[in-house]
């Protein structure tokens, strides 16, 4: 009997019958959850051969009319006025700020309008999501394409959204650094925080400090390959960021995580010795020499050569496990550099509360504790990266190769699983500035691990900082993130198969 079962259904899948026509996206398959999402049933939009793309900011045109092409096949041209039947992005307004954006998708045409071009881009970012997953693939790919029709009306809960790449214990080339800037853009981040300077390696040109890059980043962990951006790359990554929506905040961390520095140059050390280069990975023992006049002019110099190529609002000083610093000596230290970050607002490790932040200076959170009452002090604004829940280098499991476990082991329901607003008790949520996701390369040398350990949490800490609190729910979350494997394997995203998400077949 069961052979004869086998056989007809065999008969039936051979003999052609019409396998079922593509499922069109849900439209509510979007991660990060927008504020507002009311689908129109039954309509949908097809984007044909002669579908063209009209922005009122060409560069965002520009990057969706660009992937449409490779992967369709079809010409797209930008059109020179929004096309009756086409896609257009418009700066006409939408309720909420300069990263809100209306999308409007209806048989004929879709429109996204924004106040500002970061809230174009974003509205494409969402659109991106509600096409097939074979729309991201880099090469042309069967049609239909088909967009489900509805409205989205949507805005960011923080205004900081970031995640964190330590550049300084593995070093990574220009196009593995643009390739994560184009993932973390797809879920809406808006902040790549670089660690650039670590006990390890020396990460960035400095021209009046030349030995950092060329000694103090010829290595990296164990020994692996070295490596620095000259200022010509640094400042072609801002571009490509800003492109899309990303800024840059370059991180120098002192007076602790210093070796590559002092090693560069036997004058920065108290003692006028150069230590060696250091390929291993514990944490401190290094610090600037606070008592020596030349630490302020090298801090001053490194980071007014910084500022200079670096126009967004922040550079992160870092200040973090300073042990090797005495509790004075770190006061002192962090007071008098603090003034010297050339016009931009300071970032620092929460450690920096030990010393007087400015009332400006941001602390950045990365306890794992849920008490922490001095982060909170004097108002200051606060970024959530509690290393228990955001830290993308921790293992998923016992069994992750990559990663560490000291702070724990974070599974995608622990990544989600947390309010930035109620996390830290006694810091009111009107402190909190937003959310970031730390990955630290202390095990971590490929593009494909950063892939690894970055998805699927990165779209959780993703979901944290941009949709309301009202939204917050695992079950709709696993189901949204789990649309996302097939786009993340057409866009050749090594992610962690994680068993509490149900990813469809072949994704
Ligand atoms: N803590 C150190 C990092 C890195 C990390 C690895 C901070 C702020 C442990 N400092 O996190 O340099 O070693 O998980």
């Known amino acids: 009997m069961r052979i004869r079962v086998v056989l007809v259904s065999l008969v039936l899948v051979t ?17 990060p959850a927008p504020v507002s999402s009311v689908p129109a049933s039954g309509v949908t939009y097809q984007i044909t051969s002669s579908a063209s793309v009209y922005s009122d900011v060409p560069g965002t045109g520009d990057l969706l009319a660009q992937q449409l092409r490779r992967s369709t096949g079809y010409p797209v041209p930008i059109a020179s006025a929004p096309p009756a039947d086409g896609i257009s992005l418009r700066l006409t307004g939408a309720p909420g700020g300069d ?38 693939s880099p090469t042309v790919q069967p049609g239909p394409w088909q967009v489900p029709g509805g409205r989205i009306v949507d805005q960011p809960r923080y205004a900081y959204r970031g995640a964190m790449l330590d550049v300084a214990r593995h070093f990574f080339p220009l196009s593995a650094v643009e390739r994560y800037v184009d993932q973390i853009a797809l879920y809406k ?10 006990d390890q390696g020396w990460r960035i040109v400095i021209d009046s400090w030349p030995r950092l890059a060329t000694y103090g980043g010829s290595t990296a962990v164990g020994g692996d390959p070295g490596g620095y951006y000259t200022k010509a790359q640094y400042q072609e990554l801002v571009a490509y960021a800003a492109a899309r929506s990303v800024t840059i905040i370059p991180e120098i961390d002192m007076p602790g995580h210093t070796n590559a520095a002092l090693a560069s140059y036997a004058d920065l050390n108290c003692n006028g010795v150069a230590p060696p280069l250091y390929t291993g990975t514990d944490v401190g023992f290094s610090s600037l020499c606070v008592s020596k006049e030349i630490t302020y002019t090298f801090v001053d110099q490194v980071l007014g050569e910084l500022a200079a190529i670096t126009p967004g609002p922040y550079l992160h000083l870092g200040g973090d496990e300073a042990s090797s610093t ?36 941001v602390a ?56 930035p607003a109620t996390f830290l008790s006694g810091l009111p949520s009107s402190q909190v500035l937003g959310v970031e996701a730390p990955l630290w390369t202390e095990t971590i040398r490929t593009g494909a691990d950063i892939d690894y350990m970055a998805f699927p949490r990165l779209p959780a800490l993703a979901e944290l900082g941009w949709s309301p609190q009202s939204t917050h729910d695992w079950t709709a979350f696993k189901s949204r993130l789990a649309a996302q494997g097939p786009r ?4 050749g995203v090594n992610y962690y198969h994680s068993t509490q998400i149900s990813w469809p077949a072949g994704s």
């Not at 396998?19 to 398959?29: C, E, K, M």
């Not at 504790?369 to 970024?383: D, E, L, Q």
């Open 15 to 31: 003999c052609g019958v019409s396998a079922p026509a593509r499922a069109v996206v849900s439209f509510g398959a979007v991660v």
């Open 488 to 491: 993340w394997r057409v866009m």
């Open 364 to 419: 950045q959170y990365w306890g794992t504790s849920t008490r922490n009452a001095a982060v909170a002090g004097a108002g200051r604004k606060v970024i959530m990266s509690p290393a228990s829940r955001a830290y993308l280098d921790m293992k998923y499991n016992r069994r992750t190769p990559l990663g560490q476990t000291w702070a724990g082991v974070i599974e995608v329901r622990d990544a989600y699983g947390w309010d």
């Open 99 to 136: 990263e809100a954006y209306q999308l409007d998708v209806t048989a004929a045409a879709i429109t996204i309008s924004a106040n500002k071009p970061a809230g174009l881009f974003y509205g494409v970012q969402t659109l991106r999501q509600l096409l097939p997953p074979t729309a991201d």
């Open 326 to 361: 005495s509790a004075a000596d770190y006061k002192t230290f962090m007071n008098r550099v603090q003034p010297l970050a050339h016009g931009k607002t300071v970032i620092g490790w929460h450690d920096i509360v030990n010393a007087t932040p400015l009332p400006s200076t």
């Open 189 to 198: 981040i808006n902040v790549l925080h670089l660690h650039l300077s670590d």
